[in-house]
């Protein structure tokens, strides 16, 4: 499968990370946030953090990226957590919530994001 090859080149995967940038259809993108790879999901997850948030469409990422804050593989975890970032309403207690748990995550660069995007959102209110 093409796409395997590209997530695996980091200059093929930051070439497709462009063409979402530049407002390629995110509908592709929500395909390949739910593919069968983690390496794509990763690699998915990871360009949803990269494009910017006002993108047309850009709140389709919005349902994916809150299951992928909960799937088994922690680069997931980690890249959804901040992809979805920008998209939560930080006043919201159960976006709070949802940090509070992250922050006792297995991996420790899941809880170092999920710490840093809680204290990030409670400088903001």
Same mark, same amino acid.
């Given at each position: ?30 395909? !390949? ?19 910017? &948030?006002?993108?047309? &469409?850009?709140?389709?990422?919005v349902p994916c990226l809150q299951q992928l804050v909960k799937h &088994?593989?922690? @680069? ?5 957590i901040g992809a979805l970032y920008p998209f939560l309403n930080k ?20 809880? @170092?994001?999920?710490?840093?995007? !809680?204290?990030?959102s409670q400088s903001q209110k």
């Open positions: 499968m093409e796409i395997l090859e590209i997530v695996k080149d980091p200059d093929r995967l930051n070439f497709l990370a462009d063409q979402f940038r530049q407002g390629r259809d995110i509908g592709d993108l929500v395909i !390949l946030l739910n593919s069968d790879s983690d390496a794509v999901v990763a690699a998915a997850a990871w360009i949803a953090g990269e494009i910017d &948030n006002d993108l047309p &469409n850009a709140q389709l990422l &088994n593989n922690p @680069s997931i975890r980690f890249h959804a006043a919201d207690p159960a976006v709070k919530e949802m940090f509070i748990q992250l922050g006792s995550d297995p991996d420790e660069a899941v809880r @170092s994001i999920a710490h840093a995007a !809680l204290r990030r």
